[in-house]
């Protein structure tokens, strides 16, 4: 059987408007039907259902682009070690899912779009497969990792520093998921905020949000001397190689990542001109400022610029920083590393793209745990 993206698409742009129903009923047709899956799940689903759909989006509609496709299925393929996925489960994941599409996209479904969905799953699940079998005689499912540092940097952020149990290979800008002993089977996503250094240390920049079970944990209850588990690193926000001249724009904890990448290529002996534009809404939020400006002293190339957007007595930058990146110069010449909550991200895209940046130069990720 062929592959047939546009079947693909069709049939889950019928589904996207009622992603949570399509997205609960699938769950439930997987535990029915395979009731020793269940103890696999957290407690609450309403996360794992967000992260299913969102990962399922993009690989519909990437269905067509093979190449960055197989990386971030492989990235999942290794990831899903650390649940106790092996490959007889993706058989009963594949049957719910098709379960699925088949009910909420009854209007369009027939014979020829069930082929193409078979194809497109059997083809993505092969490769996760192949994938966590390759890595499986090479690392570890999961790392245990001590906390050596906990810095609360202010009443909901706080800076934590752990050293694994082992090396955990790692690119600047990638992520790492987190389960803490107070929440099993609870992993949330936190991006490593240093580069790579050899020490088997990694730093996190965590904010607890409302009903964040895992970050209020790590902010508030987590100590010196505490260990965490922490699975393998995944993402595709990664330095470029390239000799253009960087733009980072970063707010919240999306700091967390923009910083590994800055220190990556610091560190590289590059000499690039690099703009920072550090965006959060009152000047106490700026929690990693002092950091910032001493990296700044020691690379002249780096220039960091802070911005205030809900304080009007904030004798610095004010506004979105986002609307700030567009005083500036053009950036038509620069590649992108962009970072913070999700309409942040979008706006600068949007931004960048009408200034005349190709979308190749523009490397972009949603902050981890601010979800």
Excluded at 143 to 154: C, P
Excluded at 236 to 251: K, N, Y
Excluded at 298 to 310: G, Q
Aim: net charge neutral; glycine share 8%; charged share 20%.
């Amino acid at each position: 059987m062929s592959l047939n993206p546009h079947l693909v698409k069709e049939s889950f742009a019928v589904i996207e408007p009622v992603a949570d129903k399509a997205a609960a009923y699938f769950y439930g047709r997987l535990f029915a039907e395979n009731p020793h899956l269940r103890g696999m799940f957290p407690p609450a689903m309403d996360v794992q259902r967000d992260r299913l759909f969102r990962a399922l989006t993009r690989i519909v509609w990437s269905v067509d682009s093979p190449g960055g496709l197989s990386a971030f299925l492989g990235q999942l393929g290794r990831d899903h070690r650390k649940y106790g996925v092996v490959a007889e489960h993706y058989t009963a994941i594949g049957n719910a899912l098709l379960a699925t599409v088949r009910r909420f996209a009854a209007e369009v479904w027939d014979t020829e779009t069930e082929a193409a969905w078979v194809t497109a799953y059997t083809a993505a699940a092969n490769i996760m497969i192949e994938s966590a079998e390759a890595d499986s005689g090479v690392s570890p499912a999961w790392w245990l990792a001590e906390v050596v540092d906990h810095e609360r940097r202010t009443p909901d952020i706080a800076v934590i520093t752990l050293r694994t149990d082992r090396d955990l290979p790692y690119l600047p800008g990638q992520y790492v998921t987190v389960q803490t002993a107070r929440w099993p089977r609870v992993w949330r996503t936190f991006s490593i905020a240093n580069a790579p250094r050899g020490d088997r240390v990694i730093r996190l920049h965590v904010r607890a949000v409302p009903g964040g079970w895992v970050s209020t944990s790590l902010v508030e209850h987590t100590r010196i001397g505490d260990t965490v588990m922490l699975g393998p690193a995944v993402g595709t926000m990664t330095p470029a190689d390239s000799a253009r001249d960087i733009l980072c724009v970063a707010g919240g904890t999306g700091l967390a990542p923009i910083k590994a990448i800055v220190e990556h290529v610091i560190g590289s002996g590059r000499r690039p001109g690099i703009h920072l534009l550090y965006g959060a809404r009152r000047a106490r939020d700026l929690y990693d400022l002092a950091d910032l400006i001493r990296m700044q002293s020691s690379f002249p190339w780096l220039r960091v610029v802070p911005v205030v957007s809900d304080q009007p007595d904030y004798d610095g930058v004010r506004g979105r920083v986002t609307e700030v990146m567009e005083r500036f110069h053009s950036w038509a010449g620069h590649d992108a590393y962009i970072c913070g909550p999700a309409a942040m991200v979008d706006d600068a895209v949007r931004r960048l793209r009408r200034s005349g940046m190709p979308a190749a130069h523009i490397h972009r990720d949603v902050a981890h745990g601010e979800s």
